[in-house]
């Protein structure tokens, strides 16, 4: 076990290649429910949970798909597994933790249909990580998510006191800031963990 | 043959996970009570919050569990209050409607001691920013639409005058507003009520009249006019107990500022002549 591969992992996950604005995976949920400060932080949380648990079931399934030659069944059967855990997940939860299942309230189906947890555990396959590496990774992507996410809420509540021009407002506005901060992130590019 | 591997093997996974998800909700299975789904259905859904919960689904819980009336939601009508005693199976009496209504019709007719405000378009912001509001008078609407933003219903928009003023047909007396408003100028009144004074000035007369053309300034002439005596002034400003107005409007055709107006129940407040 590489300690210091798992950090480099980890700072390219959350911050070199953010799933939001460096890989452009999960945009939906980033537009959707970042209007709010503490929405945005429970979906960010959601993500966490879900796509490192995703990131831990997927890889034995993709052993199994390795061993019998099916590699190009990755997408589907990654899509049956995530469905079927967020539902379970979310059973879990209902009963176990109800003030929890409360605050994450309708983000957590949401995630089923985000690509940023599809996107995690394809991309495990893609750079060949081993069980602990894919699990970290995938944790790690859902910090970047929470960063991205919370950074963006934080700017929107304050641009609802802006004026911009009449065409701008609203979700434009949002979209050209989502821009500006893809642009600002790609200044990580090229930061490495010697 | 590996067409044949794809096949069960996808077939196996969902086979398993359709399995695993059909024993996990029977373990994991809640049971929820179906009259909720029912109270929740009748509330408006709209989470203004003003029942005083988190959103309306607090409030169906709130109301499910005992723990408030079944007319608990401030913005119901009589039908779907009716409704929602019918689910809990309780008697609800008929509570008179009432509606937000904004004290104050000056805007550009009052006086203000700063010419122009280009801060935050808030009234929270222009308060901070200028000691205690941009207007000469202490009491009156500064006009940005903080209510505007607060009303989940749209029915409060900012008239032709530069004044807050509620459509009362469209109002759900939810009261966000004057919760709202930092100069508390907000208060309610009910939907049957004709006539209305547009004005919280507490000033005494000779100041309230140089801040503001259309300013109460405790005269007492309505007071001393009404038939039925609902009328009377307290702190210096004509207050109406609605119990006792029969909408005679003798108090508007008295008043010497013309403040006093009758709506006549059209929602709207007539435009006032201005005597000077």
């Known amino acids: ?194 | 043959m590996n067409i044949l591997y794809a096949l069960l093997l996808l077939g196996i996974l969902g086979g398993v996970f359709g399995l695993v998800l059909a024993i996990a909700s029977k373990v994991f299975e809640v049971k929820t009570d179906p009259r909720l789904a029912e109270i929740l259905d009748a509330l408006p859904g709209a989470n203004c919050g003003g029942c005083g919960f988190p959103g309306c689904a607090g409030c169906a819980a709130a109301i499910l569990a005992g723990k408030a009336p079944v007319n608990a939601c401030p913005s119901c009508s009589g039908d779907k209050t009716a409704r929602i005693a019918a689910v809990m199976g309780v008697e609800v009496k008929a509570v008179e409607r009432r509606v937000a209504f904004v004290r104050c019709s000056g805007g550009d007719r009052a006086g203000h001691k700063f010419d122009r405000y280009v801060g935050l378009d808030d009234c929270v912001g222009a308060m901070k920013v200028s000691g205690n509001g941009t207007l000469d008078c202490a009491y009156g609407c500064l006009g940005l639409g903080t209510c505007v933003k607060a009303c989940k219903f749209g029915a409060i928009r900012i008239n032709e005058h530069g004044v807050a003023e509620v459509d009362r047909h469209k109002c759900t007396h939810c009261m966000q507003c004057a919760a709202a408003c930092p100069r508390h100028v907000i208060t309610d009144v009910p939907y049957s009520s004709d006539i209305l004074v547009p004005c919280g000035n507490k000033d005494k007369g000779a100041v309230a009249k140089t801040h503001c053309a259309v300013s109460c300034i405790g005269c007492r002439l309505c007071e001393k006019n009404c038939p039925t005596g609902a009328i009377a002034v307290v702190d210096n400003v004509a207050v109406i107990d609605y119990k006792k107005c029969t909408s005679c409007g003798t108090c508007v055709t008295k008043c010497p500022r013309k403040l006093i107006v009758d709506i006549h129940n059209n929602g709207k407040v007539a435009p006032v002549v201005i005597s000077q």
């Open chain 1, 1 to 194: 076990m590489d300690i210091t591969k798992l950090l480099s992992i980890s700072l390219g996950a959350i911050l070199v290649n953010n799933f939001i604005l460096v890989q452009f995976l999960g945009i939906c949920p980033f537009m959707g429910v970042s209007k709010k400060m503490d929405t945005a932080v429970g979906m960010g949380f959601a993500v966490i949970f879900v796509m490192g648990l995703a990131s831990a079931l997927c890889y034995p399934v993709n052993v199994l798909l390795m061993k019998l030659d099916l590699e190009y069944m990755q997408t589907v059967a990654f899509i049956l597994v995530i469905a079927a855990l967020v539902q379970f997940v979310e059973m879990f939860l209902k009963k176990s933790m109800p003030t929890l299942y409360e605050a994450l309230g309708v983000y957590l189906p949401l995630i089923t249909t985000n690509c940023a947890v599809l996107g995690v555990v394809l991309l495990n396959v893609q750079e060949g990580y081993n069980f602990i590496e894919s699990v970290v990774y995938g944790i790690t992507g859902g910090a970047g998510f929470l960063l991205a996410i919370v950074l963006f809420a934080s700017i929107r509540e304050r641009l609802q006191f802006s004026e911009p021009p009449k065409a701008f407002r609203g979700f434009p506005i949002a979209l050209i800031t989502a821009g500006l901060m893809a642009l600002s992130f790609m200044g990580f590019s090229g930061l490495q963990v010697w």
